[in-house]
């Protein structure tokens, strides 16, 4: 949306889908009496307009609030994951560490800034760490700490990991409890406790990270409410959602906070809680390959001893097909290193 002021007079010009708007042309006709907005349409990644401004919107009329970019799930429906599996490493590891782009992992490797990279990370923490392939045993509370001023406005309870069928991922059932200045006074009396317990694990924020949570958030509330908004909704009221991107601030409404919190009672350490927080559904976020490229280009493919291209093609390892080689004699060459890690 724009909004343009002609001699006291506004008017909100709406478009249809992301546009850049600092590169805006006007056209005045002044004997037809009408001023024409033209904008260009937004690609995914130009800074600071388009879908750069909010990547996860929440749009709509009234209380009939939609998800412009995340689905809704019906979190009782889905199966859970069993944490108890044999070998659930070797598959959910390179599941919730595939969400990056081949973009985002330069940028990683060139130690750049992106908001949205590193919710990538944070949900990789979060996921790893919840299910327990990775750090020792499973931890289930996850605070948000700003890196710069080490303060904590976000705790995540994951109750139950599931399987989201529908989109072929997991999904992690849990609530989400903010630590505003309003919210600290009424849970003081215990939550020390559990700050102090060791069971809470707490994931670094970067610059910019924290916005990007404030805005991410409210969709993953929205996509799994079983209860309505209300006539006094905040989202209503200030007709904005989030209702703040900052620090120790709250971005959701209130409606759905302390519903739908059976599974939270579940666990005694956390029912004092059931309260003051609002079921969420989190969820690894891909990139799409119609936008960006992800993963290797087969095309790129490289020996694994000589670097080169292949002669006339690189062939991969017949027995656990992560290795290539361009030749026999590289094969050969390299099967003492690569035999003890070769398996089907």
């Known amino acids: ?88 490493d070797i598959w959910l590891n390179p599941h919730v560490g595939s969400m990056l782009s081949s973009r985002e992992r330069k940028l990683r490797k060139k130690h750049k800034a992106d908001a949205l990279l590193f919710v990538k990370d944070t949900l990789h923490a979060i996921f790893v760490r919840a299910c327990g392939t990775q750090g020792g045993s499973s931890m289930r509370v996850f605070a948000l700490r700003d890196e710069t001023t080490n303060n904590c406005d976000t705790v995540f309870f994951i109750g139950d990991l599931r399987f989201d069928l529908h989109s072929h991922t997991i999904v992690g059932d849990g609530y989400v409890l903010p630590l505003t200045h309003a919210m600290l006074p009424k849970i003081s009396s215990f939550f020390g406790q559990l700050v102090h317990s060791g069971t809470v694990e707490n994931v670094r924020v970067f610059d910019g990270e924290m916005e990007a949570w404030k805005q991410l958030i409210p969709a993953f509330v929205e996509r799994c409410r079983t209860w309505e908004h209300t006539d006094n909704c905040e989202y209503l009221v200030r007709r904005e959602v989030p209702l703040t991107q900052e620090m120790e601030s709250d971005p959701l409404c209130s409606c759905g906070r302390g519903k739908d919190v059976d599974g939270l009672l579940k666990v005694p350490e956390w029912r004092r809680y059931a309260p003051f927080v609002t079921r969420i559904a989190l969820s690894p976020l891909f990139a799409v390959s119609y936008l960006e490229t992800v993963g290797r280009d087969p095309s790129a493919h490289k020996c694994s001893v000589c670097r080169g291209k292949g002669k006339p093609k690189v062939m991969a390892c017949a027995k656990c097909h992560k290795v ?10 390299d099967w003492p290193r690569h035999k003890p890690k070769c398996k089907a």
């Open 1 to 88: 949306m724009m909004r343009l002021t002609v001699a006291g007079h506004v008017q909100d010009v709406v478009f249809s889908f992301p546009v850049i708007g600092s590169q805006n042309k006007l056209r005045l006709a002044r004997k037809s009496r009408y001023i024409e907005v033209i904008v260009p349409m937004a690609g995914p990644f130009l800074k600071p307009d388009g879908m750069k401004l909010n990547p996860f919107p929440v749009i709509g009329e009234g209380k009939a609030l939609l998800l412009w970019n995340v689905h809704r799930l019906s979190l009782a429906r889905l199966p859970l994951l069993d944490l108890k599996v044999r070998k659930l």
């Open 324 to 333: 290539r080689y361009c030749s026999v004699a590289c094969q050969k060459k």
